[in-house]
């Protein structure tokens, strides 16, 4: 799933800033966007290349890929539908999953693909059981 341009995103955006102030932005950004594979690029200062949702919010628009999460959180604010983790290797497989070889379908699939699909952080992860 690929980033929507700069117009698309701000196309499809909602009128009004996503957070009421700059210590909101910077807590739900430093959970997200600071680790996230598509604003990398600004980590190595690469400016032109940043996340267009990020620049869409900063110009007082709210992107529809910022799915509104928990309104009382600083770093939950928002799940970002793009969210991928700089460290995430990915699920392993080609999305669409492509049609099994010797099938036919019956339908088309274009109609019916979902336009975005959220990631599963699919890291290993160390839990803790307590007794
Ligand atoms: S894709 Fe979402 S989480 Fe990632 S940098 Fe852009 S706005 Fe932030």
């Known amino acids: 799933m690929s980033?929507?341009?700069?117009?698309?995103?701000?196309?499809?955006a909602q009128e009004g800033s996503?957070?009421?102030?700059?210590?909101?932005?910077e807590c739900w950004m430093e959970n997200n966007c600071h680790r996230?594979?598509?604003d990398a690029p600004t980590r190595r200062d690469?400016?032109?290349?940043?996340c267009p949702l990020i620049m869409v919010a900063l110009l007082g628009k709210t992107p529809n890929a910022w799915m509104?999460?928990?309104?009382?959180?600083?770093?939950d604010r928002?799940?970002?539908?793009?969210?991928?983790?700089?460290d995430d290797p990915g699920p392993g497989e080609p999305t669409p999953i492509p049609d099994p070889p010797g099938?036919?379908?019956?339908f088309p699939?274009?109609?019916?693909?979902?336009?975005?699909?959220?990631?599963?952080?699919?890291r290993p992860r160390e839990v803790s059981v307590h007794g």
């Open 3 to 12: 980033l929507p341009t700069f117009e698309e995103a701000d196309a499809t």
């Open 18 to 25: 996503p957070f009421s102030n700059g210590t909101e932005g």
């Open 36 to 38: 996230c594979v598509n």
């Open 46 to 50: 690469e400016w032109d290349k940043g």
């Open 68 to 75: 509104e999460r928990n309104p009382y959180g600083l770093y």
């Open 78 to 86: 928002y799940s970002c539908i793009y969210f991928r983790d700089e």
């Open 103 to 106: 099938q036919e379908g019956l």
């Open 109 to 122: 699939r274009e109609p019916f693909e979902r336009p975005g699909r959220m990631y599963a952080d699919t």
